[in-house]
């Protein structure tokens, strides 16, 4: 018996509040997103349908799946060359990246399924680069459409299904409101990685020492690509380091405008500096920052018709 259908017949139990999630894109900073929906699910909402942006689509898809908790196990166990190690080089094809390792590795990890078998409603969004326009991807094999979605325009192969030559949904639309709107949620909350900056304590960057081998050889390369942190003499930035910060700077002004014309009941916000698109190894540490972060704008909010339950917050 379904929660609407027990609450029909047995009208004295309260229905949770429902939510429809929109998670935006971050690269590694999206981790954030698994502590943001465990503090979610644990005030007490039903989070019925999700939309997600980049990394958002991946870790939405895997919700989805009902498989959040396997790959957040995994995931934390990832340090530096773990990471390197999921990283298949191409220089062809327009990325730097064939993207194939770091999604066989999840199909084995968490399976993989028809997005419209999902039990809840799953939107990943991609930019059709081509016809030059988003797409919402709402059928079809989940990692086809998490693939479409990640891939960061020159570090990821464009991705096809079908005609389209699909690439990181970040472009259009980083923070994936709209395809929620249709959604007949109580609430819509949007989860974005593209706050304002705040004053950190960089993580150093991968270096080639840890590891002598050709793995070692990669990690100097990206050593040179990535910051260096805070001890290091001022200089140029490196090519990925540009990139990222020339995105995150278009996303959060993109967002900013796509939030402002539809705007959710709540929106959470990381600051887009916490971490760079890479820093995957620090799983642990964004995960609890997406949930002190989540925790306190629940703690902010007041929604109508329903109350949040503060005591069930781990």
Not at 43 to 60: E, K, P, T, Y
Not at 145 to 168: E, K, N, Q, W
């Amino acid at each position: 018996m379904s929660l609407a259908e027990s609450v029909e017949t047995h009208p004295e139990l309260p229905r949770k509040p429902t939510v429809a999630l929109a998670l935006g894109a971050g690269g590694a900073k999206g981790l954030a997103h698994i502590g943001a929906i465990e503090e979610i699910e644990a005030r007490g909402f039903d989070v019925i349908a999700v939309a997600g942006a980049s990394m958002g689509a991946l870790i939405g898809g895997v919700y989805a799946m009902g498989k959040l908790e396997i790959y957040r196990d995994w995931v934390t166990t990832l340090a530096k060359m773990d990471v390197l190690k999921l990283v298949d080089w191409t220089f062809s094809g327009g990325g730097l990246i064939k993207g194939e390792r770091i999604i066989g590795t999840l199909r084995e990890l968490v399976g993989d399924v028809l997005i419209e078998e999902l039990p809840l409603a799953y939107t990943a969004v991609a930019t059709d680069i081509d016809r030059e326009r988003e797409v919402w991807l709402t059928r079809g094999p989940l990692f086809d459409a998490i693939r479409a979605s990640i891939a960061i325009p020159t570090v990821f192969r464009p991705h096809t299904i079908g005609d389209r030559r699909l690439i990181d949904g970040a472009l259009l639309n980083p923070l994936p409101v709209t395809p929620l709107i249709r959604e007949r949620a109580d609430y819509l909350i949007a989860v974005g990685m593209d706050g304002p900056s705040e004053v950190t304590s960089p993580e150093t960057s991968v270096d080639a020492s840890e590891a002598p081998t050709r793995t070692g050889r990669i990690g100097g390369f990206l050593g040179r690509l990535l910051p260096h942190g805070a001890d290091s003499k001022p200089r140029e930035p490196g090519l990925l380091e540009l990139l990222t910060q020339s995105m995150d700077l278009m996303q959060a002004n993109l967002s900013r405008l796509r939030t402002a014309a539809y705007e959710p009941d709540l929106l959470i916000q990381l600051p887009r500096n916490v971490a760079t698109a890479y820093e995957f190894y620090r799983a642990r540490e964004l995960i609890e920052l997406g949930r002190e972060r989540t925790r306190e704008a629940l703690a902010g909010w007041k929604p109508a018709n329903f109350s949040v339950n503060a005591d069930r917050a781990p």
